[in-house]
Nanobody
Framework: QVQLAESGGGSVQSGGSLRLSCAVS???????????VGWFRQRAGEERVALAR???????DYIDSVKGRFTISQDAAKTSIYLQMNDLKDDDTAMYFC????????????????????WGQGTQVTVSS
């Protein structure tokens, strides 16, 4: 299996920054095989939406609303995935999750939560004016 654990959430003022971390582990996690890991968020009462994803080769993809503000990255060991969030806005308040697709597969053309089968528990981000 694949286990993911998010950290780094908290409360920040509008315009501030946070760096979220996602620790990836498990018997099926092989850093030398293809993978796709994404960051998602879910606002209260809304569906979970995709934000950014990265694959083993460092390919990255972002939704338009976070381009230029959020940056996804990974460590050399391929066991931690990060989401640097700058210029945070009130609308960024949400629970943030990281998730992995099926080990051994690259990212799909489509970027949807439905393509990710392994999820962390989430970390809360609260942005206030």
């Amino acid at each position: 299996q694949v286990q993911l654990a998010e950290s780094g959430g908290g409360s920040v003022q509008s315009g501030g920054s946070l760096r979220l971390s996602c620790a990836v582990s498990g018997s099926r996690w092989k850093a030398y095989e293809p993978y796709c890991v994404g960051w998602f968020r879910q606002r209260a009462g809304e569906e979970r939406v995709a934000l950014a994803r990265i694959d083993r080769n460092g390919y990255t993809d972002y939704i338009d609303s976070v381009k230029g503000r959020f940056t996804i990255s990974q460590d050399a060991a391929k066991t931690s995935i990060y989401l640097q969030m700058n210029d945070l806005k009130d609308d960024d308040t949400a629970m943030y999750f990281c998730a992995s697709g099926q080990p051994g597969l690259w990212c799909h053309d489509r970027f949807s939560p439905r393509d990710f089968g392994y999820w962390g528990q989430g970390t809360q981000v609260t942005v206030s004016s």
